[in-house]
Nanobody, 124 residues
């Protein structure tokens, strides 16, 4: 599975941004998808995950109510809509794929495939 993340950029606090992750190489709808992020000097952390059919989702508490994960299986793409961005959201965002969806999808070790990352910078 190849993953290509895009959509990062420089935004101001309170702005919105939508990240995309295009997948190829395997039946996309069979994959659970996740978003993680890594801020400078910090470990990679879970952001959100979505089941193959898009019915079930998981969010980290720090983004709940502000970020929305969704997917379009016809386009082999998963999205992360980020609203009300804060300085603390500055990070490289990675998408990842896992053949199975479970509540363990908050753990990066559950994922077999990773994209290259896209940088989100929130600055005034």
């Amino acid at each position: 599975v190849q993953l290509q993340a895009s959509g990062g950029g420089l935004v101001q606090p309170g702005d919105s941004l939508r990240l995309s992750c295009a997948a190829s190489g395997r039946t996309f709808s069979s994959l659970a998808m996740g978003w993680f992020r890594q801020a400078p000097g910090k470990d990679r952390e879970f952001v959100a995950a979505i089941s193959g059919a898009g019915v079930r989702t998981l969010y980290d508490d720090s983004v709940k109510g502000r970020f929305t994960i969704s997917r379009d299986n016809a386009r082999n793409t998963v999205y992360l809509q980020m609203n009300k961005l804060t300085f603390e959201d500055t990070a490289v965002y990675y998408c990842a794929a896992d053949p199975y969806y479970s509540r363990r999808n908050t753990n990066s070790q559950e994922y077999n495939y990773w994209g290259q990352g896209t940088l989100v910078t929130v600055s005034s």
